[in-house]
């Protein structure tokens, strides 16, 4: 089984099955994707990714304001923990900072990024953090904010080694997406040789960044087995390995998530010696 940690379900694209979401979920799980994590880029479209989950029992979703997103008004620490915990969100985010374009001033960001950590641990939540071209600032309110208990993930990671080895260090999770098929992505396929098998998750960032062999269309969740299949190639193990033990990482983070795991995956992790 696989599960895609990281999914916009309400971007799909509508050449995605005609922008349905029941049929791209449909899609996923006649390829053995077992669960999916709706992830929030904005505070209004929580409630419409709390409707799908309503609807879907293998999806869950998190709550927050992406980075890059302009608001008029900057959400408080009380706004982010209410949303979250008025729609049942198992994650805060997502999250970070992003200091590769403009638009959103970085000391926007920074404290944008300080109240979602903020907020993360007061509900005791883990956090999914966007990061790029900002690595001492992101480790920084990493290690002022975050219980290493807790943790979070650092999502469609593309830094380098060694900031995923301190990231890791601090209670994190990396997670990969479709660019670690891309040709020129050399060194995200050295980290998905390299990182720890146990602190890495899949994700497809659906609709982006759809993989090798997809390269050019909306991407959709199904498509994260073609990121895990690239992941056992650089490793030199089975798909299944890979899939179960990012299965069981997502879990072992996601602690929210894992009541609402059926009995058939139950069973499937249980086989594995994962759970």
Request: proline letters at 5%; one cysteine or more; glycine letters at 6%.
């Amino acid at each position: 089984m696989f599960v895609d940690s990281h999914c916009h379900l309400d971007r799909l694209d509508p050449r995605t099955h005609d922008g349905d979401v029941g049929a791209a979920l449909a899609a996923a799980r006649a390829r053995d994707v077992r669960q999916f994590l709706a992830i929030a880029t904005t505070l209004e479209g929580v409630p419409g990714l709390a409707a799908i989950a309503r609807e879907h029992d293998d999806v869950v979703i998190s709550a927050g304001v992406h980075p890059l997103h302009e608001v008029p008004e900057e959400p408080s620490v009380e706004a982010i923990m209410e949303t979250a915990d008025g729609h049942g969100a198992v994650a805060i985010g997502e999250t970070g900072l992003d200091y590769h374009y403009d638009g959103v001033p970085r000391e926007v960001q920074y404290e944008r990024f300080r109240r979602h950590l903020m907020a993360a641990t007061q509900l005791g939540l883990p956090v999914i953090i966007h990061t790029r071209e900002a690595r001492e600032d992101t480790l920084a309110l990493i290690r002022e904010h975050v219980d290493p208990e807790v943790g979070g993930v650092l999502h469609c990671f593309t830094e380098d080694l060694d900031m995923a080895r301190e990231a890791v260090g601090m209670g994190f999770h990396i997670s990969l997406s479709g660019i670690v098929t891309f040709r020129n992505a050399t060194s995200v396929r050295e980290l998905a040789s390299r990182l720890p098998l146990d602190r890495m998750l899949i994700e497809t960032d659906s609709p982006y960044l759809a993989p090798v062999p997809h390269r050019g269309k909306p991407n959709e969740p199904a498509w994260v087995v073609e990121v895990a299949e690239c992941i056992a190639t650089e490793r030199g193990i089975s798909v299944e390995e890979v899939a179960m033990q990012t299965a069981a990482n997502f879990y072992r983070l996601f602690k929210a998530a894992a009541p609402e795991i059926s009995s058939e995956v139950r069973h499937s992790l249980a086989r594995a010696g994962l759970v």
